[in-house]
C-alpha cells in the first residue's frame, strides 16, 4: 500500500508541474517558432527540435489553401513545393520580418505561406 500511495502522489507531482509550465504558454510565438526550426547542433535535443518546427510548420499549412482560408489568408497548396520548401520558406519569412517575431506563430506561417505561394486568379 506504501508503495501506491508513493507512485499515485509522484504522478499528481508530475501533473501539476505539466499543468504549471503549460499555463504560461498560451501559444507558440515566432521567436519560439524560430528557436525549434534553427536550433544549435550542439543542443542535445536538436533532432526533437527540428522534428516540432517541422509539424508545426507543416500542420499549420494542412490547415488552410486557396479553398479555405484562414484569418483572410490563402495560400497555394497545389504549388509543387515539398514541406521542407515549406519549411525553407517560413523559416527565411520569419528572418526577414524580425518585428513580427512577437506574434503567434501560425499566423505568420499563413502570412509566410501566402506571401510565397499565392492563390491564382
Same mark, same amino acid.
Given at each position: 500500500?506504501?508503495?501506491?500511495?508513493?507512485?499515485?502522489? !509522484?504522478?499528481?507531482?508530475?501533473? =501539476?508541474?505539466?499543468? %504549471?509550465?503549460?499555463?504560461?504558454?498560451?501559444?507558440? $510565438?515566432? &521567436?519560439?517558432?524560430?528557436?525549434?526550426?534553427?536550433?544549435?547542433?550542439?543542443?542535445?535535443?536538436?533532432?526533437?527540435?527540428?522534428?516540432?518546427?517541422?509539424?508545426?510548420?507543416?500542420?499549420? !499549412?494542412?490547415?488552410?489553401?486557396? =479553398?479555405?482560408?484562414? %484569418?483572410?489568408?490563402?495560400?497555394?497548396?497545389?504549388? $509543387?513545393? &515539398?514541406?521542407?520548401?515549406?519549411?525553407?520558406?517560413?523559416?527565411?519569412?520569419?528572418?526577414?520580418?524580425?518585428?513580427?517575431?512577437?506574434?503567434?506563430?501560425?499566423?505568420?506561417?499563413?502570412? !509566410?505561406?501566402?506571401?510565397?505561394?499565392?492563390?491564382?486568379?
Amino acid at each position: 500500500m506504501p508503495r501506491l500511495r508513493t507512485t499515485i502522489l !509522484a504522478a499528481c507531482v508530475a501533473v =501539476s508541474m505539466i499543468s %504549471v509550465t503549460d499555463a504560461k504558454s498560451g501559444y507558440l $510565438s515566432g &521567436s519560439d517558432l524560430l528557436d525549434s526550426c534553427k536550433p544549435q547542433t550542439v543542443d542535445p535535443v536538436y533532432r526533437l527540435k527540428v522534428a516540432e518546427c517541422r509539424g508545426y510548420v507543416i500542420g499549420v !499549412a494542412d490547415t488552410f489553401d486557396c =479553398s479555405r482560408e484562414v %484569418v483572410g489568408v490563402r495560400w497555394n497548396n497545389q504549388a $509543387s513545393v &515539398s514541406q521542407e520548401d515549406l519549411v525553407t520558406t517560413v523559416i527565411r519569412w520569419l528572418n526577414a520580418h524580425p518585428r513580427q517575431l512577437q506574434n503567434q506563430a501560425d499566423g505568420l506561417i499563413t502570412a !509566410a505561406l501566402s506571401e510565397a505561394f499565392p492563390c491564382g486568379q
